[in-house]
């Protein structure tokens, strides 16, 4: 049978109330590449699932469609969302989809432009906040307590039964859990969803290795950070809604949580690239925290031998500003065969 989306195919292992009202763009269902030449570089068996493959781009739309199914489907009209850019896009075209208004709050200036540029394209009402992303989602939480408008953030539960698929999909395509999972953690519904996902469907329990940004590193501090900054600004974020929760997915999976810089986040995400998968920097901090772990690419580490996924959350195309930021901006010729073969024979 044809693929039917998230809700169709793994709808029995989520609690999502009766009135849900399918509303899917076929999200899911997203490869776990192998990745040959990095698994030996690193001595493991290290595979990428790639959540930039969803319709709006990132691992949000797992979510988002059961947070919309269940909205659509108990009549409610406005949904809002804070976002460091990835869950205003999902929510924009799940709102869209549903015909509901979607209403996004993004702190001023520190959106990549592909998630900005999807946002208002699919429709939503988006609004800069002079503020970081967690004053954002202060703001929504208020505004939902006092107002019929639901809030689609990963405070809502069925955010998180919809983002354990992913957990589901990756037994399914290796047959048991991985040992390793390796994923950047920000507002941490990710993690926990992952946890719950596999600790659901018992095929087995990956130690989870969760990686935040050096400027925005609060569950490695153990304190919130004030003014979180990073070149990843999807996990931009210093007060993560569900903290609690990624600890516990960390210590209960023998896991841990870590950081690393900018620097380290950008070589993980060239060097994803250079084996053919580009993902938008904060998607690349999976591989980064792996790679800081391992002490270098080579080296005995906990991870040999090992069956490693690395969680890749949102697409390259998200985030154009890289290109002045991380690799050389490509050589400017006059429009001559002269100038051409010249150029390439040097
Ligand atoms: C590409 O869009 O928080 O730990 O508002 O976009 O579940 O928050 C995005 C987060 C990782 C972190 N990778 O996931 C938002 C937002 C990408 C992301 C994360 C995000 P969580």
Redesign the pocket.
């Known amino acids: 049978m044809t693929y039917q989306g998230l809700i169709h195919r793994y709808g029995r292992y989520l609690e999502l109330p009766s009135h849900t009202k399918n509303i899917s763009l076929l999200e899911g269902n997203t490869p776990l590449i192998p990745m040959p030449r990095l698994s030996k570089e690193f001595g493991c068996e290290l595979s990428v699932k790639f959540e930039g493959l969803n319709p709006s781009g ?1 691992f ?1 739309d797992r979510g988002m469609t059961a947070a919309v199914s269940e909205a659509v489907g108990r009549g409610v009209q406005t949904v809002i969302c ?7 896009a999902s929510a924009a075209a799940y709102a869209s989809r549903a015909g509901l208004r979607a209403i996004v709050l993004i702190p001023e200036g520190k959106v990549a432009a592909g998630k900005l540029a999807g946002a208002i394209t699919y429709g939503a009402e988006v609004i800069q906040v002079q503020g970081s ?1 967690d004053d954002a989602l202060t703001l929504v939480v208020e505004i939902t307590q006092k107002t019929p408008i639901v809030l689609v953030n ?1 405070i809502n539960p069925f955010r998180i039964e919809g983002q354990k698929t992913a957990a589901f999909e990756i037994c399914d395509d290796l047959g048991c859990a991985p040992d390793w999972l390796c994923l ?8 926990t969803s992952y946890w719950a996902g596999f600790k659901q469907y018992q095929k087995g329990l990956p130690r989870v290795l969760g990686v935040q940004a050096a400027g925005a590193a609060p569950l490695v501090l153990g304190h919130p950070v004030d003014k979180p900054e990073t070149i990843a600004t ?2 931009r ?1 210093g007060k ?1 809604a569900r903290g609690e929760q990624a600890l516990e997915a960390a210590q209960q999976s023998n896991g841990k949580i870590i950081a690393v810089t900018d620097a380290e986040i950008l070589s993980a995400q060239r060097i994803l690239a250079s084996e053919g998968v580009w993902v ?1 920097p ?2 690349a901090a999976g591989l980064a925290g792996l790679m800081a772990e391992s002490g270098s690419r080579s080296a005995k580490h906990e991870a040999r031998d090992k069956k490693v996924v690395v969680v890749c ?2 697409h390259g195309m998200k985030d154009p500003s890289i290109i002045t930021e991380s690799f050389q901006p490509p050589k400017i010729i006059p429009a001559n065969y002269e100038a051409l073969i010249g150029l390439i024979e040097k």
Request: glycine letters at 14%.
């Open positions: 990132s949000k804070a976002s460091t850019g990835n869950t205003a992303f990963s950047p953690v920000g507002n941490a519904g990710n993690i999807a996990i974020i993560p938008e904060a998607s959350t949102g």
